[in-house]
Nanobody
Framework: QVQLVESGGGLVQAGGSLRLSCVAS??????????MGWYRQAPGKQRELVAR???????NIADSVKGRFTISRDNAKNTVYLQMNSLKPEDTAVYYC?????????WGQGTQVTVSS
């Protein structure tokens, strides 16, 4: 079973930055061979994909955050990052890390990001 643990959320003013981390804790699971994604869910809204990085390093970023958010990874630490700059109040949400492995979908517990205006 793959465990995903997010950290780095918090309260920030509009225009500020945060970096979220997601550590995958499973000795047989390597982020270097698996796609990893960051999703977010705001109150009353559906969960949406924010950014994704494949095993080969290709990335896709949602239009709503393009130019402000960047996804990256450190294979040695089995960690995926979401760098969020120029944050807006509409970025307020719980952010989740996600992967699919061996036929299962795994989610982290989520980390709250709150952007004040």
């Amino acid at each position: 079973q793959v465990q995903l643990v997010e950290s780095g959320g918090g309260l920030v003013q509009a225009g500020g930055s945060l970096r979220l981390s997601c550590v995958a804790s499973e000795s047989i699971f390597s982020i270097s061979f698996n796609a990893m994604g960051w999703y977010r869910q705001a109150p009353g809204k559906q969960r949406e994909l924010v950014a994704r990085i494949t095993g080969s390093g290709s990335t896709n970023i949602a239009d709503s955050v393009k130019g402000r958010f960047t996804i990256s990874r450190d294979n040695a630490k089995n960690t995926v990052y979401l760098q969020m700059n120029s944050l807006k109040p509409e970025d307020t949400a719980v952010y989740y890390c996600n992967t699919n492995y061996a036929g299962f979908t795994y989610w982290g517990q989520g980390t709250q990001v709150t952007v004040s205006s």
